[in-house]
């Protein structure tokens, strides 16, 4: 006996899925959530930081029971240039109490809890279960999903796609443009163990605080960044790298990421930490201009699978996009259903209410900060730049005289390749994009 029709199927049980199944069944709707791992957040990568501000409306006192490894009170933006460095630190106690601002979590246990609001809600999930493609009614309007598991297909008045960058399913609607290598970036890390009386010491917070550093120049000139987080009782350290300049540089990821955890900044934190893990993951880093159509006849697109990763040097954030756009996925094919018209028309609503929230008006505002953090100067030429400069000031040569700041700054950008006009220009884009 065939199984009823769903009102909806949400294909991937990560941030995105799991925040659409929710939305939907707090709406009284019938929704399945498809997962290919054995549980959420299986098949993700160790862990991250989250900013999770978009969970106070749908889970109260959320921190009270969310499976944090630390919240983090210290962010720090670090710039290298070989074995010299510059970090501009900023903390705060305030963000170590609640609400919180952003926290360290392991994805596998952030995802299983997230997903149990939605199964507690009423969805149902389904896991070791992969969908392997898309079912269409008469008039070619997505009615569902095929799986591989024996009892074969879900059919669903909407499909959710939530099933991350290179959205197969996307793909199939014609809604997903072909892959460009040049709009994604290859995130790799090393999660090592430390005791964490040391992380506490070594990184100056108390137990339960943590700290994120980001970091410039650690890449070879190859156009990305570095970054270290501590966890509970593990410190993640990596880069995240353009998937087209590591290929034209001929350098294997892993050794880019022990550049960084040999830098004489970063190697004294680390030492006497063991390697635990090591993985990999494609980001989509192209933001507002390369998202696919986000909606189509019976179908909408959520999280990596739109490509909703904002990736502005000064923030790299996911997972709270991914959550504010599963939540209004879930609304819209909520007000869909309730008007029966799940067309393409019909389900509008969500890129509408994506635009009024900050899960679009954030990409659309900072649509052209990857063109100018990952240029060739904020990569290969600032760094030397800005070390050389704080060197010269901070260097004290009696009897010489202390350099002068105009002049100085010149000399500093000439011996760096940087033309003075070319440094305006920079610092305009900046101001525009940043202001």
């Known amino acids: 006996m065939p199984e009823p029709v769903l009102d909806a199927v949400v294909v991937g049980a990560g941030p995105a899925g799991a925040a659409a199944a929710l ?15 054995p549980f959420p957040g299986s098949k993700n990568v160790y862990g991250g930081v989250i900013y999770a501000r978009i969970l106070d409306e749908v889970v109260p006192s959320w921190w009270e029971e969310v ?4 919240w983090v009170v210290r962010r720090s933006t670090m710039v290298v240039d070989g074995d010299r460095s510059l970090a501009i630190d900023y903390r705060t106690p305030t963000w170590g109490e609640a609400p919180y601002n952003g926290m360290t979590a392991i994805r596998a246990e952030f ?25 269409r009614d008469e008039r070619g309007a997505i009615c569902g999903v095929r799986t591989d598991r024996p009892d074969g297909d879900l059919r669903a008045r909407v499909v959710v796609a939530c099933d991350g ?64 987080y501590t966890n509970r009782d ?43 893990e090591y993985a990999a993951h494609l980001i989509p880093e192209g933001g507002y201009d390369t998202m696919p159509e986000l909606v189509t006849d019976g179908m909408v697109v959520a999280g990596d699978a739109a490509a909703m990763t904002l990736a502005a040097g000064i923030w790299l954030e996911g997972v709270n996009f991914a959550i504010g756009s599963g939540l209004a996925a879930g609304r819209a094919v ?12 019909g389900l509008a609503r969500y890129r509408r209410e994506l635009e009024s929230s900050f899960v679009l ?19 290969q030429r600032y760094p030397g730049l800005v070390c050389d400069l704080v060197e010269g000031l901070f260097t004290v040569n009696n009897p010489e005289p202390k350099p002068g700041g105009a002049s100085f700054a010149l000399s500093v950008a000439r011996r760096n390749g940087v033309r003075l006009r070319e440094l305006a220009a920079d610092a305009w884009r900046a101001a525009r994009i940043f202001g």
């Open 165 to 228: 960058v290179n959205s197969f399913l996307a793909k199939e609607a014609g809604i997903h443009p072909k892959a460009d290598a040049a709009h994604h970036t290859l995130g790799v890390k090393e999660v090592r163990s430390l005791d964490p009386d040391r992380i506490d010491e070594r990184f100056g917070v108390p137990r339960d605080h943590g700290v994120d550093i980001e970091i410039l120049g650690c890449t070879r000139g190859i156009p990305g960044g570095g970054f270290l």
């Open 234 to 276: 593990t410190v993640s350290i990596g880069v995240v790298v353009s998937l087209t300049g590591l290929a034209a540089a001929g350098v294997r990821p892993e050794e880019l990421v022990a550049d960084v955890r040999e830098h004489p900044s970063v190697a004294p934190l680390l030492a006497g930490s063991e390697l635990v």
């Open 23 to 37: 939305a939907l069944a707090r709406a009284g709707r019938s929704v399945v959530m498809v997962e290919r791992g």
């Open 67 to 70: 499976p944090a490894e630390r």
């Open 111 to 135: 995802d299983r809890w997230l997903a149990s609001k939605a199964t507690d809600a009423g969805a149902r999930l389904v896991t070791s279960t992969v969908a392997t493609g898309l079912l």
């Open 361 to 379: 008006a954030d990409h659309k505002r900072f649509r052209k900060a990857p063109s100018l953090v990952l240029s060739d100067r904020v990569q």
């Open 334 to 345: 909520d007000a869909a259903l309730r008007a029966d018209d799940t067309s393409a028309a």
